[in-house]
């Protein structure tokens, strides 16, 4: 799996857009980028997964670059229940012919500011 | 919308009981998988599932955890006799297979060794 970078924790005010950077300088070829948020005492919600360029959702955009050795992912105008955990997970979903785990790092732990 | 659920939402248990969480993945879903989270750390991988058997296992995963899916809905772990470091949140969470690559996950169990 590759190695994910991003940082600890970022505070934003409301109604701000918010950007969350991940490092993977060794992304494989056949790796997709995915996003989990988690609030407290609840399990990580799916946000968002992409492979290249740009995908949008309802909730977010993930902006991945050519050489894809880094992503980042995009929250609209966040308001206080933004206030998360944030996970970039790097990997081949379809590893071995089966459906692979979700690799967890520490995150980064966004605080939205009133 | 359809959820993972998890039952119970806590329970507490001594030492050297055994324990059995209980989780109703999304119905239609193909692959199933245990995480765990100890209070602060990261979630980590236990065991994932697939056509009634183990595809994936973690060290953590040792002789005293056991998965189990009885019928076509619900999805057992099982802890023979618990120590206190397995005190944590325990997070099932399905996969729909098909090309999708996100987890489901469910709000957890939160269980208290004493």
């Known amino acids: 799996l590759a190695k994910t970078t991003q940082p600890i924790s970022m505070d934003s005010y409301e109604g701000q857009e918010v950007n969350i950077t991940c490092s993977h300088n060794?992304?494989?070829?056949?790796?997709?980028i995915t996003w989990y948020q988690q609030f407290p005492s609840q399990g990580p919600r799916f946000i968002i997964q992409g492979y290249k360029t740009k995908v949008t959702n309802e909730v977010a955009s993930l902006f991945i670059p050519a050489d894809r050795k880094s992503s980042t992912l995009s929250l609209p105008r966040v308001s206080l229940s933004d206030t998360a955990v944030y996970y970039c997970l790097v990997g081949d979903p379809m590893n071995s012919g089966g459906y692979q785990k979700v690799t967890f790092g520490t995150g980064t732990k966004l605080q939205v500011i009133p | 919308e359809p959820e993972v659920t998890q039952t119970p939402s806590h329970q507490v248990t001594q030492m050297g009981q055994e324990v059995i969480l209980r989780c109703v993945p999304i119905?239609?879903?193909?692959?199933f998988y245990w995480y765990r989270q100890i209070l602060g750390q990261k979630v980590e991988f236990l065991v994932s599932f697939y056509n009634n058997e183990i595809s994936e296992k973690s060290e953590i995963f040792d002789d005293q955890f056991s998965v189990e899916r009885p019928d076509g809905s619900n999805f057992t772990l099982k802890i023979r006799s618990t120590k206190l470091e397995d005190s944590a949140m325990y997070f099932c969470a399905s996969n729909p297979g098909q090309g999708r690559h996100e987890q489901y996950f469910g709000p957890g169990t939160r269980l208290t060794v004493t």
């Open positions: 119905s239609n879903h193909l692959y």
């Open positions: 060794n992304i494989a070829t056949n790796d997709y």
